[in-house]
């Protein structure tokens, strides 16, 4: 507090208007981050939602003829990057299973260097963010009847790297 009042009317000055901008500058970016985090988890939600549900409804057949080399292949085709019509491919799924009605895994694909892991039971369609990771599950339907689910794990790098680039601008 000495240094303070030794200094000149015109330094406590400039240094009350430094301190003011600087925790605006910090609030405003805590709120800009925070906006980009939220919007960014609720793109995230929908567009795995929607992935998951096209699965689903490509993989629809193949369960139900007990296809497991097809519903493999479709999961795949979320993994490799394909120049196919027709097929999807996404770099920031790790792991994706398509599970028949009794609870029995019936295809699995998984990214080269994510562990296999088993998707946990149930069949309630949700959207969970897990450490590092967005599961999805959402039900397999075909003639209004549900047939199977589908089992989607996003990891989070792109979100990662959105907010490291939101606070480096």
């Not at 009317?9 to 939220?38: N, Q």
């Not at 296809?67 to 799924?93: M, N, P, W």
């Not at 946990?120 to 369609?125: D, I, K, L, N, W």
Request: charged share 20%; aromatic share 8%; hydrophobic share 45%.
């Amino acid at each position: 507090m000495r240094m303070f009042s030794m200094n000149s009317i015109r330094a406590k000055v400039l240094m009350v208007v430094m301190l003011t901008t600087s925790v605006a500058l910090l609030l405003g970016l805590g709120a800009f981050v925070s906006y980009e985090h939220i919007t960014f988890r609720q793109k995230m939600v929908g567009n795995l939602n929607m992935l998951a549900q096209m699965v689903g409804a490509n993989s629809a057949a193949a369960l139900t003829f007990h296809d497991k080399s097809t519903a493999t292949q479709i999961l795949r085709d979320l993994f490799e990057a394909d120049t196919r019509a027709g097929a999807v491919y996404d770099d920031h799924i790790d792991a994706a299973f398509i599970v028949a009605q009794d609870g029995s895994v019936f295809a699995s694909y998984f990214r080269t260097s994510v562990p296999a892991f088993t998707p946990a039971h149930g069949t309630v369609e949700s959207s969970v963010f897990k450490n590092d990771y967005l599961d999805t599950v959402k039900k397999i339907t075909l003639d209004g009847q549900v047939i199977g689910t589908i089992y989607l794990r996003s990891n989070l790098d792109e979100m990662k790297a959105r907010i490291r680039n939101s606070v480096a601008v």
